[in-house]
């Protein structure tokens, strides 16, 4: 063991520093968001909230955020239900079609980011629904569903079904049978997806680009425009605000996973 | 084989008239459940994607001429081929530095193992804006990496970090890193122990167990990791635009530029085409040797 130690201790040490890689970027914004100093400095020379308050001040920044938020609820609230149903019936049936079915659903995540842009930008264009809220929404659910569906298909897996029998056959119809017995005991599960289908719609920025605009731009599409063009600390302030709600949504995770599952 | 286990459930439709009728009604409401988000993904991804293959055989009529241009244009194969260079150095250096740290968390005791994984999906769970913007005041030439560099007297003068493809690549690797280290973590974390102790007990030194043993078990997660991340970092927009600067023109600001500057629908779509076609190709070879859902499972 004892000529193990070197190496251990060089393994220990390299593994330290590969997270200190890792962390180190999300620590640096935090200080950066409070400098008093207009330009990039670190450490910042004094300390204030004025990036804070131009953030909260400025109409531009607010109208993004509330686009942002609009988005990522509704698109919770869409994709939670549709990807529920996608993923019981993926649970329950052993038809052919289902194969392809959930390949077509898992597309969303398997094609390149900029190729859905483009498509959902031309069906958009064509539909006179490019520049929309609802188009933000609808395109976000589309990318929401295979993590909901993904979520959801494990909580199933976890679930003995012959419960949602044994309630059916005393008499309840299916969709009460399941929203009574099977629904709460997936709830951490479709609570995940939930989450998970917010946070992606909070972040997603890529499709945003392409088919948001004007009044209806959100956060991600006016950041990487600030970033383009210049880099303003108001975006420190952004993003030390961004990544204190993804912590506070993580940590909202745990807890839903730490719930007793049945 | 699941509906066999429903009917087996259900003394009252023993009858083999009325099980057949159950299992029809049946498969129609799970495709009727299915069919809300198939659709959603039919019309905002699969038509549009027919349409796009539909466009770059266009031109006046059918032709390759879009086809044409990117084999033979320089322009265009220079794209690809630093695409790919990218991905492959990023897959890499993925593999270099998330192997460990799968492995620390997979062999450590809990709690410090919760701690490794904790740091690994915090920034997974962070804008990859808010990465790329970290990353834009780290590397710049009055940064935090340059300035600490000329501090303790290591370079002369500030390096050229970033708004050029070393940057894209640092940030890369960084924001692609978690796509590396979840799928290896699910792996190793189901290798089973005794096999190591055997492996030990046998007389195996560590190296020799870890090698002949542990590695070749946590083969599957390798592939789904690497598989992860180059097929993600082949269609990577955000981070090289940002970071590096425009200047590193990857395959996807091809197409967004094809389409935003030029209006040339053409050419963008015929790009899409080709990086698709990579895309699904390996997809398609490593899903026959490591299922779909295990290489997706961290995305």
Redesign the interface.
């Known amino acids: 063991m004892n000529k ?1 130690s070197l190496s251990r201790i060089s ?2 040490g ?2 330290a520093l ?2 200190i ?6 620590l ?2 935090v200080p ?1 968001s409070f400098s008093d100093s207009r330009f ?3 450490p910042p020379s004094s300390f204030s909230f004025r990036w804070y308050e131009t953030f909260f001040n400025n109409p531009g920044w607010m109208s993004a955020a509330k686009t942002s938020l609009i988005v990522a609820f509704s698109t919770a609230l869409i994709a939670t239900p ?2 529920v ?2 993923a ?8 052919w ?2 194969r392809y ?1 959930k ?21 958009y264009a064509l539909s006179g629904m490019l520049y929309t809220i609802p188009g933000l929404i ?2 976000d ?2 990318l929401a ?2 993590y909901v ?2 979520a959801v298909t494990a909580g199933l897996h976890g679930f003995d079904q ?1 419960q949602e ?1 044994v309630a059916r ?1 005393l008499g309840m119809n ?1 969709f009460r049978a399941f929203m009574s017995v099977t629904l709460p005991q997936i709830m951490p599960s479709v609570m995940t997806g939930a989450i998970f289908a917010f ?1 992606q719609a ?2 997603e ?2 499709v945003a680009l ?1 088919i948001s605009g004007g009044q209806n731009q959100p956060l ?1 599409v006016r ?2 425009t600030a ?2 063009d210049e ?1 303003d600390p108001t ?2 302030a952004i ?1 030390t605000l ?2 204190a709600a ?2 506070a ?2 940590l909202l995770l745990v807890l839903a996973r730490r719930q007793p599952t049945a | ?3 066999t286990a ?1 009917n087996n ?2 003394p ?1 439709v023993s009858h083999r008239d009325a099980s057949l009728g159950y299992r029809r009604r ?2 129609a ?3 009727l ?2 069919s ?3 659709l ?10 027919g ?2 293959i539909g466009q770059s055989f266009y031109a006046d009529g059918f032709s390759l001429e879009h086809y044409q241009r990117i084999f033979t244009e320089g322009i265009y194969w220079n794209t690809f081929w630093v695409t790919f260079r990218i991905s492959f150095i990023v897959t890499l250096l993925a593999l270099l ?2 192997y ?2 799968a492995y ?1 968390a997979s062999i450590l005791p809990r709690r410090w193992s919760m701690l ?1 994984l904790a ?5 997974f ?14 590397l ?1 030439r ?3 990496v340059n ?1 600490s560099l000329l501090g303790v007297g290591l370079i002369d003068a500030p390096l050229a970090l970033v708004h050029n493809e070393l940057g894209t690549i640092i940030a890369t690797v ?1 924001i692609l ?2 796509f590396m280290v979840l799928p290896l973590y699910a792996t190793m974390q189901k290798i089973p122990s005794d096999l190591i102790q055997a492996g030990a007990s046998l007389g195996g030194t ?1 190296l020799h167990v870890f090698m002949r043993v542990f590695f070749p078990l946590s083969l599957s997660g390798v592939l789904a990791g690497m598989t992860l991340v180059f ?1 993600l970092c ?2 990577f ?2 981070t090289p ?2 970071v590096g600067g ?1 200047r590193t023109v990857m ?2 600001m091809l ?2 530029r094809n ?1 935003q500057l030029y209006s040339d629908w053409g050419a ?2 015929a790009v ?1 085409v080709v ?2 076609i990579c ?2 190709a390996i ?1 398609y070879v490593v899903s026959r040797l490591v299922p ?2 295990k290489i ?2 961290a ?1």
Do not use: C
């Open positions: 193990l393994f220990i390299y593994v590969v997270l890689f890792l962390i180190l970027p999300l640096i914004v950066m990039l400095s670190f549709i990807g149903a996608a019981y019936a993926i649970n329950n049936s052993s038809h079609l289902m079915l390949i077509v659903l898992l597309l969303p995540l398997i094609v390149p980011i900029i190729i859905v842009a483009t498509g959902v930008f031309f069906i609808m395109a659910v589309m569903l295979p569906i993904t012959t029998m056959s299916r946070i909070l972040d920025t890529m392409f991600t950041m990487f970033l383009r880099i975006i420190a993003s961004l990544t993804s912590f949504l993580v | 084989m699941k509906a429903i459930n259900y009252h049946e498969h409401l799970m495709l459940l299915m809300p988000a198939v959603v993904v039919f019309v905002l991804l699969l038509i549009p994607l349409w796009l530095m998330g460990p740290i620390a490794v740091l690994v999906i915090l920034p769970w962070t804008s990859v804006l808010v990465r790329a913007y970290a990353w834009l005041i780290l710049q009055s940064g935090v300035e960084h890193l978690p560590p097929v082949l269609g927009y955000i635009e940002l425009g395959a996807s197409v967004s389409i963008a779509s899409s990086l698709l895309v699904l997809f779909l859902e997706l499972g995305k």
